[in-house]
């Protein structure tokens, strides 16, 4: 049974907050005995729209703010797609609570569908990241050519990433976090795990994303091989359901199998806070 809370990390702009909402109410429905000190990122967000996280959470533990000053990240490239805060998660040991040792970074847009437990207790030696790789051999090689990778260093999906912050804060230069993003300006293509891949791939764990980042590419690639993974097999296995990309499962053109978890999980959401139904829905 755990018995310190697990500190989580989100970086997230109001847009996702009802999405974010629904991964916390997953995490809480899928580590029943588990506590959690929550860790919400942001320039722009007030208390004010933290309180539905926090009557989710109840007395399983805190929802926090830390609000993040937008003039350090001025000159970073950013999109619709891909706006300043997911900058944060790369920083996040200079801006969270010094006595964390160490934080789970979850994108809002997943299902959590197991324990986190043994993922979150882990020992990570001296690295600085766990997190899980989507790509294939031949993505393999265009990132190592585009982004200077080294030929065994792994390239991440960002949405799941546990961090050593002790170590980050002795040995991270932030320095070299933006020399990377000038000299590779013309080539990130999904910055964050760009950087991260590109800049600390010696100092990642690669994790099994089958469990912990399973996405609706991973489940066709396996079930169109001699395994054929089917969506019970996911709902035993998979502990991180991701809905990455734009496929949204919010969205009515949503395309593939996985949404079925998000479903189950916003109905449940709706049983239990009824009088939210707005806020689940917007």
């Known amino acids: 049974m755990q018995t310190r809370p697990m500190n989580i990390l989100v970086t997230i702009d109001r847009n996702y907050l009802p999405h974010f909402a ?14 959690f000190s929550v860790y919400v990122m942001n320039s722009t967000l007030t208390e004010d729209d933290l309180a539905y996280a926090r009557r989710i959470i109840g ?8 609000r993040v000053a937008e003039d350090g990240l001025a000159d970073a490239p950013t999109t619709d797609r891909y706006p300043r805060e997911m900058y944060y998660r790369i920083f996040a040991a200079e801006y969270l609570p010094r006595e964390l040792d160490r934080v789970l970074y979850l994108d809002p847009d997943m299902i959590i569908n197991g324990s986190l437990g043994e993922l979150y207790d882990m020992p990570m030696g001296t690295a600085f990241f766990a997190a899980a790789s989507h790509i294939g051999s031949l993505l393999h090689f265009f ?30 230069d932030i320095d070299n976090v933006f020399d990377y993003i000038d ?65 949204k499962p919010w969205r009515q053109n949503y395309i593939g199998r996985l949404d079925v978890f998000y479903r189950e999980t916003v109905a449940a959401l709706a049983r239990d806070f009824p009088e939210d139904t707005d806020e689940i829905r917007a």
């Open 22 to 35: 629904t991964m916390l109410y997953s995490l809480l429905a899928s580590n029943p005995t588990g506590r």
């Open 183 to 247: 000299s590779h300006r013309g080539k990130l293509l999904l910055p964050d795990q760009d950087i991260i891949s590109g800049l600390y791939g010696d100092r990642i764990i690669p994790l099994d994303p089958y469990r912990y980042n399973m996405t609706e590419r991973l489940y066709m690639l396996h079930r169109q091989s001699a395994g054929r993974m089917d969506l019970e097999c996911v709902r035993r296995t998979a502990a991180v359901i991701h809905y990455c990309g734009r496929n």
């Open 59 to 66: 007395d399983r533990g805190e929802t926090h703010l830390v």
């Open 143 to 172: 990132n190592e050519l585009r982004l200077d990778m080294g030929e065994e260093s792994p390239y991440i999906n960002s949405g799941v990433i546990l961090m050593d912050l002790h170590r980050l804060r002795e040995e991270q």
